[in-house]
């Protein structure tokens, strides 16, 4: 630990996941004496100051009108209640790309992605840099997928968080982000290559559709006193660099990351408050499942009624993470449920998890020894969703075209499954060891010393 109070200022994308991940980390570091300032976006107005962090917020898009749908970081009664309140609605209008292959899904949905994280970005580069003034910070901590140029700027330490799966740290021995395609380490090697052979396309219409997007970037964040970008990449690499991912779950590079590269085998936050099992399932018979689609991906109305609809006819219990929109859905007589619930109190509980493949709950389940049954939607929960059924540590499921047989059938088999629980409990031993959440603090002070 360095000799004097730092100043660490953290800029974490508006989502649930990575502001919950810096949080996590933000809160070792305050609870060992450091400033710690989040330059969050509007919409956590009130949500972090609670936590004993100052908040000193961006605005990511101009204020709307009254009425008018949210964008990223509005300022307003309504985005105050509702932290992340621009992914939420872009999620819910834009869930039918999601039925779609994930290569057909980079023109329609990752692009339109970066485009509004290209524009917030630009947007907020003069509050951000006034910011940065105001805080004067030792170090600066970025968990996001954009480059900030502001940031970069600053004349002080900057340490880039990946919260996603790493994938996005490319690696040609590796499938391409975003595909959910197989990485194959685990097939013989005939069926290793076959694997292999879709990425090239993938990779070359990633390229023919996001190429000029990301020129036009690059130019614009040199054009703010920032290196250029890497190829077809939108955000740098820091000094530090932290990679939330067990070890049990990484990837086979066939390059290894540089020296300013760590692995985080987990980033478990400790603010979530105690949970208690509702009296109406703890007296009840069956396993107890833990379903979340995240706060994103619950907005899809229409699929959280079709796995609960399904979930019904069993004879297990679910708790129940029922998201933004809530009062649209009803729960059957073996869930309770809520808006939101402190995940990482309600997993320690469980005997399976059923989810989106996010990256948090991904490495949280992990950490907790608890097998998945994922059902993923966007981003890079597919890689998260395909590396987990790969390894055996869980079963992939398509959310659109999955069968009422297929989802009973696979809780029957990894509740059964007494060799992959005896797995999972040593995988996380060895993950619960390592204290990833305060690695990053360790890492975080020395980035400030250096």
């Known amino acids: 630990m360095p000799g004097r109070p730092l100043t660490v200022l953290f800029m974490p994308e508006s989502a649930y996941g990575p502001t919950n991940n810096c949080i996590g980390i933000g809160d070792v570091l305050r609870r060992r004496g450091h400033r710690v300032v989040f330059a969050a976006e509007a919409s956590w107005k009130g949500r972090l100051e609670p936590l004993g962090f100052e908040e000193d917020l961006?605005?990511?898009a101009p204020p709307r009108e009254p009425g008018q749908r949210g964008e990223p970081g509005q300022p307003g009664e309504e985005a105050a209640q509702d932290a992340g309140a621009f992914w939420k609605e872009f999620i819910a209008s834009t869930a039918p790309e999601f039925r779609k292959p994930t290569i057909e899904q980079l023109d329609t949905w990752i692009k339109p992605v970066w485009?509004?994280?290209i524009s917030g970005a630009r947007y907020c580069q003069e509050q951000l840099a006034e910011i940065v003034a105001r805080t004067r910070p030792d170090v600066i901590v970025e968990d996001n997928v954009i480059s900030f140029p502001a940031l970069l700027t600053a004349?002080?330490?900057?340490?880039?968080?990946v919260s996603c799966n790493p994938l996005e740290v490319a690696?040609?021995?590796l499938p391409p982000a975003f595909s959910g395609?197989?990485?194959?380490?685990?097939a013989p090697q005939d069926q290793a290559q076959q694997n292999r052979g879709q990425w090239p396309e993938f990779r070359a219409e990633y390229d023919r559709v996001h190429r000029t997007m990301w020129a036009e970037f690059s130019d614009w964040v040199a054009s703010q006193g920032a290196p250029p970008l890497p190829d077809l990449e939108f955000i740098h690499s820091g000094q530090v660099n932290l990679y939330v991912y067990p070890e049990v779950a990484d990837y086979r590079r066939s390059r290894p990351l540089g020296p300013g590269w760590?692995?985080?085998d987990s980033s478990v936050r400790e603010t979530d408050d105690p949970f208690s099992l509702p009296e109406s399932?703890?007296?009840?018979?069956g396993a107890l499942i833990y379903f979340s689609l995240g706060s994103l991906g619950s907005a899809d109305v229409a699929l959280m009624r079709r796995v609960i609809d399904c979930l019904a006819a069993t004879p297990h219990r679910y708790v129940v993470s029922k998201g933004p929109l809530h009062a649209e859905l009803e729960l059957a007589d073996n869930m309770d449920g809520a808006e939101f619930l402190p995940q990482t109190s309600v997993i320690p509980r469980a005997d399976l998890v059923?989810?989106?493949?996010?990256?948090?709950t991904t490495t949280e389940c992990l950490h907790f020894g608890k097998p998945m049954i994922v059902l993923p939607l966007f981003w890079d929960q597919h890689d998260n969703a395909q590396r987990v059924d790969e390894l055996g540590l869980g079963v992939r499921l398509d959310p659109y075209r999955f069968t009422d047989a297929q989802l009973h059938g696979a809780l029957a088999r990894l509740l059964g499954d007494t060799t992959l629980r005896g797995r999972l409990a040593r995988a996380a031993m060895d993950i619960q060891r390592r204290q990833g959440l305060r690695r990053a603090a360790d890492l975080i002070e020395s980035a400030a010393g250096s």
Not at 155 to 161: K, Q
Not at 181 to 186: M, W
Not at 281 to 285: F, N, P, Q, Y
Not at 354 to 360: K, M, W, Y
Request: aromatic share 6%.
């Open 281 to 285: 399932l703890a007296g009840g018979g």
């Open 155 to 161: 004349g002080v330490p900057f340490v880039r968080i």
């Open 181 to 186: 395609y197989p990485a194959g380490d685990q």
């Open 262 to 264: 760590h692995r985080l």
């Open 171 to 173: 690696d040609p021995a």
């Open 58 to 60: 961006v605005d990511l």
């Open 354 to 360: 059923i989810t989106h493949g996010g990256n948090n």
């Open 115 to 117: 485009a509004e994280l």
